[in-house]
């Protein structure tokens, strides 16, 4: 039976594109234009994969992925989006969307995307031994962790190789994309739990009317819609792993069954009368500052203090130059099996600019960049010509520069984005408009400094 595919846009005209692509490829696609109408499509049908344009008319991305999670938790959600939107489409991957893709849409770029999908979402059911070598070496590759060269990358492995044979509780600090589950999996990995499950969950995915269920389980009957018994991700990582990611999240009633479980290791699914033991490491991820959550009473102090027994801080991608090209030529290899070519790796100037990029959406964003690169090149290597303009010529004038106050104006490494373009104003200041001299306190290379007062155009 063909796959059903429905696609989400209010350009008339992309949606038949791809309606009439994907029919051809041999899905069962429809389209609708509005979040409303695709609500009505969404309870009548079991759509298996979901293409949503981030801005609709009457609904943003973020909302229609917890819509369509209500009504149909199992959908594969793609999000379509401009590059200027990259930030907030790096959240829509947190609300738990699968993928998104960027326009100009590419119809092949879409269909690898979907069935790549449908593939993850395979082996996630089943482990069959009957998948081919090539789609286990993907697979491989996909999840390996890759180190870094830098000072910050050769820190958190040592903190990875330190911490992974205890049973502590570990906190992975770090902005959208850098990585955290990535590392939540290395510590599971060098771990005595690592015969044992990994369950990821992205509590910012979770609905709220499911979120108790998906965590701690339920029994049939326990409300509308549970018709048999199910186990909880916690009750699945038993003798294992659990990581939570973005547990900020949470909300305040999930938060008091989640102190208790870390209190007594014990469980009680929705609608049960009995407790289960529970033996699980937990390993929990945030972007934000929970110190600040926590005063504003939006998140328990309790819990904190006991998540927080180790903590492991991920740099952004721009505080690592050093290691950029390291994870982009382990995004090309994943790319060049994804897309099947043999594409060898990135020209003089191709590896110049995705150096000198700001990286907002961090590894994620390479990634994505990387992967349409791939997808472009007709060469042996990656030109300028198969990257985004948004990359190559980048406008950072948007930056916001308040707040920039109380930061270190010497130092670009700690600079916030916010603030990146004011420390350079004041560095250049500072040195007398001296390039040489300005370079070195912000430790980067001229030609860097060049780049960046060209692309935030400050004049001199």
Not at 90 to 117: C, F, H, R
Not at 249 to 262: A, E, H, P, T, W
Not at 302 to 322: A, M, T
Request: proline residues 2%.
């Amino acid at each position: 039976m063909s796959k059903k595919v429905l696609i989400i846009d209010d350009d008339g005209d992309i949606c038949l594109l791809l309606e009439r692509f994907l029919n051809k490829k041999g899905f069962d696609a429809a389209h609708t234009r509005t979040g409303e109408e695709a609500m009505i499509l969404l309870k009548k049908h079991q759509y298996e994969v979901v293409l949503c344009d981030y801005r609709l008319p009457d609904a943003t991305g973020l909302e229609m992925i917890q819509r369509i999670k209500i009504v149909n938790p199992e959908a594969i959600i793609i999000i379509i989006t401009g590059y200027s939107d990259v930030r907030t489409a790096v959240l829509t991957l947190k609300q738990g969307a699968y993928e998104y893709v960027t326009k100009p849409l590419y119809p092949d770029e879409i269909l690898l995307t979907i069935n790549s999908a449908l593939r993850n979402k395979s082996n996630q059911v089943t482990d069959s031994s009957s998948k081919t070598s090539v789609k286990k070496r993907d697979r491989s590759v996909e999840k390996t962790f890759v180190k870094g060269k830098s000072k910050q990358a050769e820190t958190v492995q040592k903190h990875i190789e330190l911490i992974a044979p205890t049973d502590m509780s570990v906190i992975i600090l770090g902005e959208t994309g850098t990585g955290k589950e990535f590392v939540a999996k290395a510590i599971h990995q060098k771990s005595n739990r690592k015969e044992a499950a990994f369950i990821a969950i992205d509590c910012g995915a979770l609905p709220k009317d499911l979120a108790g269920s998906e965590l701690f389980g339920h029994v049939k009957g326990a409300f509308t819609g549970a018709l048999s018994d199910k186990k909880g991700s916690f009750e699945l990582a038993d003798g294992g792993t659990l990581f939570l990611d973005e547990i900020g999240n949470l909300s305040y009633d999930n938060q008091i069954k989640l102190l208790r479980v870390l209190q007594e290791r014990k469980i009680k699914k929705l609608g049960g009368v009995k407790d289960i033991d529970i033996d699980v490491r937990i390993i929990v991820a945030t972007n934000e500052d929970l110190k600040k959550a926590v005063k504003k009473g939006t998140f328990r102090e309790d819990i904190y203090h006991r998540v927080n027994e180790f903590k492991i801080e991920l740099s952004p991608l721009r505080e690592r130059k050093g290691d950029i090209m390291i994870f982009a030529n382990h995004f090309l290899r994943i790319a060049n099996q994804q897309l099947d070519k043999d594409v060898f790796g990135f020209d003089e100037e191709a590896t110049e600019c995705l150096r000198n990029y700001y990286w907002f959406g961090n590894l994620r964003e390479l990634q994505n960049v990387v992967k349409r690169a791939v997808l472009l090149a007709s060469g042996d290597y990656i030109s300028l010509e198969c990257i985004p303009n948004e990359i190559v010529s980048p406008d950072y004038t948007e930056l916001e520069t308040e707040g920039s106050e109380g930061i270190d104006a010497t130092n670009l490494k700690s600079a916030h984005a916010s603030a990146e373009r004011q420390v350079i104003i004041n560095v250049l200041e500072k040195t007398g408009n001296n390039k040489t001299k300005a370079a070195e306190v912000l430790n980067i290379d001229r030609k860097t400094l060049y780049n960046k007062l060209k692309a935030y155009n400050i004049k001199l």
